[in-house]
């Protein structure tokens, strides 16, 4: 459970991310209180995967399903460049993550 716990933890950490940017400088109302629900949702279940996962694996792989979520999404909606160099990054992370669950 604690990784399903973790896992959404990221997805919203994604919905956070992006949340800021149509936020506007939190000067949009609905986005602001999407984005702030977002943040407490995803700090929550980061909390609850704490309870048995290590903290410097929980918190790397959280960031990591962020740093993912929030780049293949900026590409997608906002245009971001995908270059190779980029997507090798991304891809970086990913075996990270994985690596991390594995040892875990």
């Keep these: 459970m ?4 973790l896992s959404f933890a990221g997805l919203f950490e994604i919905g956070w991310a992006i949340g800021l940017k149509y936020t506007e ?7 602001t209180v ?9 700090l929550a279940l980061l ?3 704490l309870k048995t996962l ?3 694996t929980a918190y790397a792989v959280w ?3 962020g740093a993912v979520g929030t780049a293949a999404l900026g590409i997608y909606l906002f245009g971001e460049p995908a270059t190779a160099a ?3 990054s991304i891809g ?4 990270g993550i994985v690596g991390l669950k594995i040892v875990t």
Aim: hydrophobic share 60%.
């Design 34 to 42: 999407l984005t702030v629900a977002a943040m407490l949702l995803s």
């Design 54 to 56: 290590p903290v410097g």
């Design 92 to 95: 970086l992370i990913v075996a």
């Design 63 to 65: 960031t990591g399903i």
């Design 86 to 88: 980029r997507l090798a």
């Design 25 to 31: 400088g939190f000067t949009r109302l609905v986005p």
């Design 47 to 49: 909390g609850l995967a």
């Design 2 to 5: 604690d990784w399903i716990y």
